[in-house]
């Protein structure tokens, strides 16, 4: 059974840093993908980023320049996420794709950015 799972988030004020982390678990096979996406109150889910099994990256607009996606191997990845504002104020779903389409998603963490 794949179960992925993220920690990290949490209470942080403006201009401030978080570090988001996101573990897979279980047999898994031919990872495309693992990244973020978010969720804000009363809005669409949309991607913040993701990095595929050969590192290459994809960046929101909205974050581009002040976070960064990592990982440690296929089923670790890493949000840095510096310069926040109000705005990054979500829930972050991490995401695993696989190169047949399906996916696995996590249960969310909640990042709140405020004075």
């Known amino acids: 059974q794949v179960q992925v799972v993220e920690s990290g988030g949490g209470l942080v004020q403006p201009g401030g840093s978080l570090r988001l982390s996101c573990v897979a678990s279980?047999?898994?096979?031919?990872?495309?993908?693992m990244g973020w996406y978010r969720q804000a109150p009363g809005k669409q889910r949309e991607l913040v980023a993701v990095?595929?099994?050969?590192?290459?990256t994809n960046y929101g607009d909205s974050v581009k320049g002040r976070f960064t996606i990592s990982r440690d191997n296929a089923k670790k990845v890493y949000l840095q996420m510096n310069s926040l504002k109000p705005e990054d104020t979500a829930v972050y779903y991490c995401?695993?794709?696989?190169?047949?389409?399906?996916?696995?998603w996590g249960q969310g963490t909640h990042v709140t950015v405020s004075s």
């Open positions: 990095i595929t099994s050969s590192n290459s």
């Open positions: 279980g047999i898994i096979f031919n990872i495309n993908f």
């Open positions: 995401h695993l794709k696989l190169n047949s389409g399906y996916g696995y």
